[in-house]
């Protein structure tokens, strides 16, 4: 294995060409390619020169730009893209061989090994990069992980996220939850709670009773319209499952979505084995359906199993009966027919095993579900499941099959196994008040009635597996628009209407893998789409202090760029800086980081510390001086900030370098002359040791690019030149020339 830094060793496209053409004999097992947005365009062209010298072997990519735009990547020729973290889930994609676009699972930070920099070319103690140095030789390292700022990313209250035993508003859910995402299942790592301003977006979901509402920015996962029309014209519907495979989901923003798209509806695909046997499963399927249990008030600790059938269905009693005396391991258990309400009542008493019926299953209609190994069983055994139940509560009529419940958590459970077997169900809900509540004269109480649906091939499947009748009364048969994309783990649920409405108040969002299952289909948590939104996940100082030790005493490193996001400017966990600082201090290392300017906490104390364990300078993100511009882009600093930062750095010691921008949203010429006379004033008063500025660039993915595009002003970066150090496009406030005169200005004053 090697890890190699092409910009650094000097291998372009062309020569990564030339190498894989003539070595074809070393060429290695995987290539894997990892990129920010800046080096999206040499990603690109790398991929697609070793697939022009013949490489056949499987490519994979990860990083920032792999999770912005993974359709693009899978375009050029790329086997597998990764997006967000993959440390917990990378050895399994790789021994697995999995293809297309994967949600990364993110590992316990504590877990995440140092790195092998032998691995490396150029050698750590080599490389040349992160200039300018402050220190020599000069190591990368992070302290942290995560980005606290908080985009607005969110959806509504009553939103229900889907987990295995049913589904919960996600007001309900809580951290260390598991939830559905869209490549199984994931703890909560964080909740959030916002305030959205801005309206919402309402999505009618074929097949789906709820309707999504979330912020426009909020990205789905998605089959679009068009691309589904680039394979197919809209109607050769009966040819799209076979061709339908062929198109990758990807995240668009729940704003830019269009009746007609196709949103992603995933299920578990993991199969569980277990020790029930398939009858087993019968027999749970008609105690879903039929059963209750109740207690025998003159015996202690007895309980008694009732399944209620009709009087017609003498043979399903006999087998039902036969299916509990089995399971229960007893002969006893009898028949009884109610003249009263003409029933056929098959009862059985016990203990314990009676009693597990109610703990695994619950008792009383309303409350009903399915334990979670149901749900992940072999398809025979839910085969088995599904014929107990409808046999039950099922209907067979011309245009399908049917099953109908008062248990909401029974009804998702239910469509999530009619969709690991092949079905496209459909769920739908008949409210109380629009049942009627007197029967015979006499008022009875009424719930909401949950109705699964399925149509097509599979419920034929359904109907021989069930020995019901097929009927082929064509004229009637019914075919739905979605469809399950087989061995993929989702099916495609077209979007009915959309719409925009006023909304301003309290959203949330949820912190995952990347992905959960909000009302059925799967959306991103900002984690997925911008590596933001995290929550900051620290290092423990014992890992830092080793990793350090180890490159000093193996590499003779003298200095670090510590490349956090923000190790400066956020909140630390108690003590952990403290700790962070005072076990790196004997090391005698220098070393330079980079930070957010904030009055609150970067304090006088936490400079002062960082200088006294080897800190000798700090990479700013200023952006900018004036107060509209920092409002705009979201930048959550004040000027106050900035100015207080600058100071308490410079008096504990540390060198102040400044990054600014130009070009930025709403950005005019009187807000760059704030920002040039603000630098000015800095550099006079000793604040300022070092400015980097560069061209605003906008990136398919990020808001700026949405914000250009739906204004009408986008103008995508150029494929030759420096990425974010050229003047290529003017913006609604600034002309090129405007842009390349303050350039030039601020590089004359520091």
């Given at each position: 294995m090697k890890v190699i830094d092409l910009e650094a060793v000097g291998i372009t496209p062309n020569k990564l060409h030339a190498y894989f053409k003539n070595n074809k004999d070393n060429w290695p097992d995987i290539v894997g390619f990892t990129a920010l947005s800046v080096a999206a365009r040499g990603c690109k062209e790398s991929i697609s020169a070793i697939r022009?010298?013949?490489?056949?072997?499987?490519?994979?990519?990860?990083?920032?730009y792999a999770t912005l735009s993974p359709q693009e990547l899978i375009n050029e020729g790329a086997d597998?893209?990764?997006?967000?973290?993959?440390?917990?889930?990378?050895?399994?994609?790789?021994?697995?061989?999995?293809?297309?676009?994967?949600?990364?699972?993110?590992?316990?930070?504590?877990?995440?090994?140092?790195?092998?920099?032998?691995?490396?070319?150029p050698t750590i103690n080599t490389y040349q990069g992160n200039q300018p140095h402050i220190g020599w030789p000069e190591?990368?390292?992070?302290?942290?992980?995560?980005?606290?700022?908080?985009?607005?990313?969110?959806?509504?209250?009553?939103?229900?996220?889907?987990?295995?035993?049913?589904?919960?508003?996600?007001?309900?859910?809580?951290?260390?939850?598991?939830?559905?995402?869209?490549?199984?299942?994931?703890?909560?790592?964080?909740?959030?709670?916002?305030?959205a301003t801005n309206g919402?977006?309402?999505?009618?979901?074929?097949?789906?009773?709820?309707?999504?509402?979330?912020?426009?920015?909020?990205?789905?996962?998605?089959?679009?319209?068009?691309a589904l029309n680039r394979m197919a014209s809209a109607a050769n519907v009966k040819h799209r499952p076979a061709w339908i495979q062929e198109e990758t989901p990807h995240f668009v923003q729940a704003g830019k979505l269009q009746k007609g798209d196709f949103l992603i509806a995933p299920?578990?695909?993991?199969?569980?084995?277990?020790?029930?046997?398939?009858?087993?499963?019968?027999?749970?399927?008609?105690?879903?359906?039929?059963?209750?249990?109740?207690?025998?008030?003159?015996?202690?600790?007895?309980?008694?199993?009732?399944?209620?059938?009709?009087?017609?269905?003498?043979?399903?009693?006999?087998?039902?009966?036969?299916?509990?005396?089995?399971?229960?391991?007893?002969?006893?258990?009898?028949?009884?027919?109610?003249?009263?309400?003409?029933?056929?009542?098959?009862?059985?008493?016990?203990?314990?095993?009676?009693?597990?019926?109610?703990?695994?299953?619950?008792?009383?209609?309303?409350?009903?579900?399915?334990?979670?190994?149901?749900?992940?069983?072999?398809?025979?055994?839910?085969?088995?499941?599904?014929?107990?139940?409808?046999?039950?509560?099922?209907?067979?009529?011309?245009?399908?099959?049917?099953?109908?419940?008062?248990?909401r958590v029974l009804a998702e459970q239910l469509r999530l196994i009619l969709l690991r077997t092949g079905g496209v169900p459909n769920l739908f809900q008949t409210p109380a008040n629009k049942r009627p509540n007197q029967i015979q004269g006499r008022t009875v109480n009424v719930s909401d009635t949950y109705v699964v649906t399925?149509?097509?091939?599979?419920?034929?499947?359904?109907?021989?597996?069930?020995?019901?009748?097929?009927?082929?009364?064509?004229?009637?048969?019914?075919?739905?628009?979605?469809?399950?994309?087989?061995?993929?783990?989702?099916?495609?649920y077209p979007i009915q209407a959309i719409n925009k409405t006023p909304y301003e108040g309290v959203v949330y969002d949820l912190t995952t893998n990347g992905t959960f299952v909000a009302n059925g289909v799967a959306i991103s948590n900002c984690a997925n789409t911008i590596f933001g939104h995290q929550p900051i996940r620290f290092r423990?100082?014992?890992?830092?202090?080793?990793?350090?030790r180890f490159d000093k005493d193996q590499f003779?490193?003298?200095?670090?760029?510590?490349?956090?996001?923000?190790?400066?400017?956020?909140?630390?966990?108690?003590?952990?800086?403290?700790?962070?600082?005072?076990?790196?201090?004997?090391?005698e290392l220098t070393w330079k980081a980079q930070g957010r300017c904030s009055e609150r906490y970067v304090t006088s104390d936490v400079l002062e510390k960082a200088y006294a364990a080897g800190c000798r300078a700090i990479m700013w993100g200023i952006e900018s001086f004036s107060p509209k511009v920092l409002d705009a882009i979201k930048k959550d600093t004040k000027v106050s900030d900035i100015w207080a930062t600058l100071k308490r750095a410079k008096a504990a010691g540390i060198k102040n370098w400044a990054f600014t921008m130009i070009g930025n949203y709403k950005e005019t010429e009187r807000d760059l002359a704030i920002t040039a006379a603000a630098l000015e004033k800095a550099k006079g008063m000793g604040l300022i040791d070092w400015r980097q500025t560069t061209i605003v660039t906008s990136w398919p993915g990020t808001e700026l690019w949405d914000i250009q595009e739906r204004e009408g002003w986008l103008t995508p970066p150029p494929d030759t030149g420096p990425q974010t150090q050229q003047v290529y496009a003017d913006t609604p406030w600034l002309t090129k020339k405007q842009m390349l005169y303050w350039l030039g200005k601020f590089s004359t004053i520091c």
């Open positions: 022009a010298a013949g490489y056949n072997k499987k490519v994979m990519v990860g990083g920032i597998l893209v990764v997006t967000g973290e993959c440390e917990g889930n990378i050895v399994e994609v790789v021994d697995n061989d999995i293809v297309g676009v994967v949600s990364g699972t993110a590992a316990p930070i504590a877990d995440i090994p140092i790195p092998l920099w032998n691995k490396h070319v190591t990368v390292t992070m302290f942290t992980r995560g980005c606290p700022h908080r985009c607005i990313f969110c959806v509504t209250g009553d939103t229900r996220i889907e987990t295995l035993a049913g589904s919960k508003t996600i007001i309900e859910i809580s951290k260390g939850d598991e939830v559905l995402t869209a490549n199984g299942v994931a703890a909560i790592q964080d909740k959030q709670i916002l305030k919402l977006i309402e999505i009618n979901v074929q097949g789906m009773f709820n309707n999504l509402r979330l912020t426009p920015d909020h990205k789905v996962l998605a089959i679009r319209y068009k299920y578990p695909t993991k199969t569980v084995p277990t020790h029930y046997s398939e009858s087993d499963f019968e027999l749970f399927g008609l105690y879903i359906a039929e059963g209750h249990i109740s207690k025998q008030l003159h015996r202690k600790n007895y309980y008694m199993l009732v399944l209620t059938l009709s009087a017609r269905e003498g043979a399903l009693a006999n087998h039902a009966l036969k299916l509990l005396r089995k399971f229960l391991a007893t002969d006893k258990g009898s028949i009884y027919h109610n003249q009263c309400n003409n029933t056929l009542q098959v009862t059985i008493g016990g203990r314990n095993k009676i009693l597990w019926f109610r703990e695994t299953f619950r008792t009383g209609a309303k409350h009903k579900t399915l334990p979670p190994w149901a749900l992940l069983a072999p398809r025979a055994h839910q085969i088995a499941l599904l014929r107990g139940m409808f046999w039950g509560d099922g209907h067979n009529s011309h245009s399908g099959i049917r099953y109908t419940t008062v248990s399925l149509f097509g091939p599979v419920a034929d499947e359904m109907r021989h597996e069930f020995n019901w009748v097929i009927r082929n009364d064509s004229a009637n048969r019914r075919f739905n628009r979605a469809y399950n994309v087989a061995g993929k783990g989702y099916a495609l423990p100082p014992e890992n830092i202090e080793q990793e350090l003779g490193i003298q200095s670090l760029f510590v490349y956090d996001d923000e190790l400066f400017g956020c909140k630390y966990s108690s003590g952990w800086f403290a700790e962070v600082m005072e076990r790196i201090t004997p090391l």
